[in-house]
């Protein structure tokens, strides 16, 4: 009898921020819950999640919170509690960490657990049953023999529920289903598919490659091709993860229209930046400018500084200098983002000079 088979399991919180909502207030349940912004309807935000009673009146994450109102008005609105949800998340990463498997976190709600076993669905079945126990919230848990099909499986399996999709039901369950469903393909993508007579996921997969290539270029057309085979990494490493860097951003509630409210905007902004990028002590390698003008149109901008730097004066005149190519217009909303030197860089020994 041969060794017990390596299986990747993703592990998926069920509407999890509406949830931890709910156990903090009780009366909730059964309702349309809807968190996002400063729970403000009237406000502009976005929904940050909604519950699945929310969701089955069209309500989703990134939908403007005035339009989720007029879906849905009797809906419950909550603001974000951001520190709320990171002290469930941590829950229950211990909770899946108590099952003596590798868990690579990817968010407040997901992970992947690494585990070598003759019968994976138990391992499933104990990891929702412990998180559980643990947390009183519930997930979903996809099985897979990567880590492209264990996320995708977990869809498959929601809510609450547990799906296996290897490299042998792979084309009977997703073959016939239109690419947009893979995780990695977004509308856009789908679109240029689609322009390509690409509509379904084992049209992919039997693309030639030289045309994906072509389109998407050679790292990503091959990817794109491997991925309509459900092809993918199979390691679940449970490193720390290590951000690239750190990102703010607010929709104002009156539209910016002078040079002058932009730039102190833009200075709050990256003042809250450098602020969680002290924290992590590396220096600033790139900087990178969001703009949403009215009524939505979204731009972005970047660059790389002439040198990596902790000096806030040095980030704060690279994204005023991004500013400076910003068009005419009113602006809704605005956000920056600073990129830091990663640990195995040499620019990571760059002394800490400077604080806000």
């Not at 088979?5 to 909730?28: G, I, K, M, N």
């Not at 947009?180 to 240029?192: I, N, P, Q, T, Y």
């Not at 490193?239 to 607010?250: A, D, I, K, L, N």
Request: charged share 25%; hydrophobic share 40%; proline share 6%.
């Amino acid at each position: 009898m041969g060794p017990s088979p390596t299986w990747v399991l993703h592990v998926d919180l069920d509407q999890f921020v509406a949830a931890v909502e709910v156990l903090r207030h009780p009366e909730l349940a059964g309702k349309p819950v809807v968190v996002g912004g400063r729970g403000d309807p009237t406000e502009r935000g976005v929904v940050s999640t909604a519950s699945y009673e929310a969701r089955a009146f069209g309500v989703h994450s990134g939908l403007p919170l005035r339009v989720a109102a007029r879906k849905l008005p009797d809906a419950v609105f909550l603001a974000v509690d951001a520190p709320a949800y990171e002290a469930a998340s941590e829950q229950v990463m211990a909770a899946l960490r108590s099952l003596g498997v590798v868990v690579e976190v990817l968010g407040w709600d997901e992970a992947f657990l690494g585990v070598t076993t003759d019968e994976p669905e138990a391992v499933a079945l104990r990891a929702q049953e412990v998180v559980l126990r643990e947390t009183q919230l519930h997930c979903s848990v996809g099985i897979g023999d990567n880590k492209v099909r264990a996320k995708i499986a977990t869809d498959l399996g929601k809510p609450a529920g547990v799906f296996r999709l290897t490299a042998e039901n792979w084309f009977e369950v997703l073959g016939h289903r239109p690419t947009r469903e893979l995780w990695g393909v977004g509308s856009k993508v789908s679109g240029r598919l689609t322009a390509l007579g690409i509509t379904t996921v084992r049209e992919l997969a039997d693309a030639d490659p030289a045309v994906l290539v072509a389109e998407f270029g050679p790292k990503m057309g091959l990817w794109y091709h491997g991925l309509g085979q459900g092809l993918g990494p199979a390691t679940v490493d449970d490193t720390p993860w290590v951000p690239r860097g750190h990102s703010r951003e607010t929709t104002f509630q009156q539209n910016l229209t002078t040079q002058h409210e932009v730039r102190e905007a833009l200075r709050t902004l990256t003042h809250d930046v450098l602020e969680d990028v002290a924290q992590d002590g590396r220096p600033v390698v790139r900087v990178a400018l969001k703009v949403r003008y009215a009524p939505f149109v979204t731009r972005s901008m970047a660059r790389k500084l002439q040198e990596p730097t902790n000096e806030p004066a040095t980030v704060i005149e690279a994204v005023l200098a991004l500013a400076d190519s910003l068009e005419d217009r009113e602006i809704r909303l605005l956000g920056v983002r600073a990129e830091m030197s990663m640990p195995d860089d040499p620019t990571e020994r760059t002394p800490v000079r400077g604080r806000i």
